[in-house]
Structures are given as structure tokens and as C-alpha cells.
């Protein structure tokens, strides 16, 4: 008999840690199985009517339950003049399904690995699917998208870059990129100027060997890849949901390099950040 479908919302049982029965779900137990198999563990050789009072399951799904739990291997039916029943000590009775748990995982993690081979933006050149745009919501989802779209830079990427910044955890990345021959150029707004916190920030970036100018003031927060992959980053003042953030990734050459003329104007006025 295959697993049940597992339970995310599994009532509290009196004197049972919420954790155990959420846990038991992950093994594949339905909401009543976890319930019955926890009562008869604390009162073996119980009667039907006293599981379903201790489990607060209703009886007639009781008899039931404890065809599927027998049928695991996880309970027992003691023949009497009354049928009593007891449960599996918890370190045999779940090593099946611990097995076939960790089988699943496998299985899963195999799939997972070979979709991310198969089809990863990373995984091929930067100019595959050439003029499709992506939506992308949420800064966890637009600084995911952009270290991919960094690791299969080939020549150089350039960036616009306003504070808060969306990414900070990308210096040793920029660094691998910069010592396989790869140019980074980023360029930040500081309406205050290039302040000693914000040196302080900036200082991973900086000993990448990326090359790194400000600005008080740019037009837009923006990133080239290879001069044919444009991101632009935009912040919703009245988000209906998430945190407001966007990107969108255009994947078009002629607008990318038109993007970088842009840049390149932006990058001729600006002054380099001070070590």
C-alpha cells in the first residue's frame, strides 16, 4: 500500500509535540493515521472506542485508520474477545518509510540536477533566446537571475547601481570573473558623495578588480551582459504585493547596445570611487 498523500495541517494531539506529528506527515501518514498511531503508542492494548476518544478521530474512520496503519507495518491487532491493539516500536516500524523517504529525495535531487543541466540560462551562451523579455518579482528572484546571468558573462558587464544594493554578496564571484579576462564596470549613484560607510561598503567589490565610478545622480539602475542582455531593476512605491521590486531581462543585442552608449556617456562624467 503506496504513502498518503502527506498533511501540512495536522491537528494539535494532546501532549505530543507539534513537530513529531509534522514530521510523521513527511513520511507519508494522513492526517488520522498520525492521530490514531500517536494515541495507540501512549496506551497499547487500547479498544477502539478508547482510540477514538484519545485520538479524537471519529470512530467509524478509526477502523479504517487502523486497516492502513496495520498494512504499514506501523500497528498490530491483538485476536481477543475484544480486538485490542498496540503500536510498532518507532525505531522498526518506521525504517520502511524512512527508506523510502530518502529514495524519493534521490530520485527527486536526480531531477532536479538534470533539469538544471538541460535547460540553466547559465549553461550556454549569453545570446540563446534572443529577444525574449522575463519578469522577474521580488529582489531574492532579480539578484538570483543576475549572479546566473554574471557567471556566463564571456567578455564584460556593466552596471548602474543605487543604494540600497540589490546584490552585496556577489565580490567573490565578480573576482572569479575578473581573473578568468573578464571586465566589470559598475557605476553608483551617491548623492552624498563617496562617504567613509559607503567605502566601506563598496570595499569587496573594489578588491575584485572591478572598476567601480560615481555619480551623484543616474537616470536608472541598470546592468549589461555582454553588451546583449539588458536588466532593469525598478522599485514599486505602491507594491500590491511582495516587496515591489522587478527586473526585467531583455534579451535583444540592438537594444543592449543602445543601453551601453548610455553607459558609456554616463561612465565618461563620473569619477572613480576612492580606495
Partial sequence: MG???PSRNVPPISGVDAPIAEGLTHLGLSNYEVRVYLAILRHPRSRVPEIARLSKVPQPKVYTTLKSLIARGLCENLLGSVNTYVAQPPQDAFRPLLEDLRAREATTREAVARLKEEYSTAGGPLHRREGRVRLFQGRHAAARTYKILLNAVEKD???IARLPLVVSDDAE???EKVEVGV??????ELPEGPTEAVRQLLRPHQRSGAELRWLR???MRMVIFDRQITGLPMVDPLPS???GFT?????NQALSEGFCEIFESLWAE???LPQ
Avoid: F, N, T
Fill in 3 to 5: 504513502p498518503s498523500r
Fill in 157 to 159: 558587464a556593466v552596471v
Fill in 173 to 175: 564571484l565578480m573576482r
Fill in 183 to 188: 571586465r566589470l564596470r559598475q557605476l553608483y
Fill in 217 to 219: 545622480k543616474v537616470p
Fill in 241 to 243: 504585493e511582495g516587496d
Fill in 247 to 251: 527586473m526585467l531581462e531583455i534579451r
Fill in 270 to 272: 563620473s569619477s572613480p
